[in-house]
């Protein structure tokens, strides 16, 4: 079973707006990495947030991680048409070493 | 670019063969990882080295093989194909031992395999 579950499934805005997107998972984890993939492209590390800190930003985007509620959120924000891509969250449980990817969200931005 | 290269970028062929996929990773990476991605899967986490010995094994299937040779190149062996085999490959490295010590997996291109 998948260790983390992006919602929503799909995802479509106009450019300019914030896109939110979530993840839920269900172990204990040491850090909870989002990546994205173009569409048949391999995939791009986004941004790491370590189990220790609530809020991380980078550029546009900002992540929470809410080790409490198991959950965590990818905002970004004045989104452009060339964000559209599919987003995956991936947490290595403290019991194994290997990424469990959710099924992503399938962000589309139009222009 | 990652950095990481994968050889070929498709691959066509029959039920019952068997192919071979190739990652070069990031030059200094010592870990390899690899995955598949299908549409009713989604992105499966299937075996890691780490210079040159086995780290992890996630839902690799007994048809299939890999090796890191010394060189720190991976190969995927994939035998009596199926046609569920069809997929995208990827393949990922990464400087440390894995995502315990949080270290960022660097993505290949991915070789799209189709079995006929």
């Known amino acids: 079973s998948q260790q983390g579950e992006e919602d929503p499934q799909a995802l479509s805005i106009q450019e300019g707006e914030n896109a939110t997107m979530n993840c839920s998972y269900k172990?204990?984890?040491?850090?909870l990495q989002w990546y994205r993939q173009n569409s048949g492209r391999g995939l791009v590390h986004l941004i790491l947030?370590?189990?220790?800190?609530r809020e991380k930003h980078s550029g546009r985007l900002r992540v929470t991680l809410d080790t409490s509620k198991k959950s965590s959120s990818l905002l970004i924000t004045a989104s452009r048409a060339a964000d559209t891509a599919s987003y995956f969250c991936?947490?290595?449980?403290?019991?194994?070493?290997?990424?469990?990817f959710g099924s992503g969200t399938q962000l589309t931005v139009l222009p | 670019d990652s950095g990481v290269t994968q050889t070929p970028k498709h691959l066509i062929t029959a039920t019952g063969q068997r192919v071979t996929l190739r990652c070069s990773p990031r030059?200094?990476?010592?870990?390899v990882y690899w995955y598949q991605q299908s549409l009713d899967q989604g992105l499966q986490f299937l075996i890691q080295?780490?210079?040159?010995?086995?780290?992890a094994k996630g839902n690799i299937l007994e048809r299939f093989s890999a090796q890191q040779f010394p060189d720190l190149h991976s190969e995927l062996n994939l035998s009596s194909l199926e046609l569920g085999d069809s997929a995208l490959y990827f393949c990922?490295?990464?400087?440390?031992?894995?995502?315990?010590?949080?270290?960022?997996?660097?993505f290949g291109p991915g070789t799209r395999l189709t079995v006929l």
């Open positions: 990922a490295s990464s400087a440390g031992q894995g995502p315990i010590s949080t270290d960022t997996q660097y």
């Open positions: 947030i370590r189990s220790n800190e």
């Open positions: 030059s200094g990476d010592l870990s």
């Open positions: 080295y780490y210079n040159g010995e086995e780290r």
């Open positions: 172990t204990s984890i040491n850090n």
């Open positions: 991936a947490t290595p449980p403290r019991s194994a070493r290997q990424l469990t």
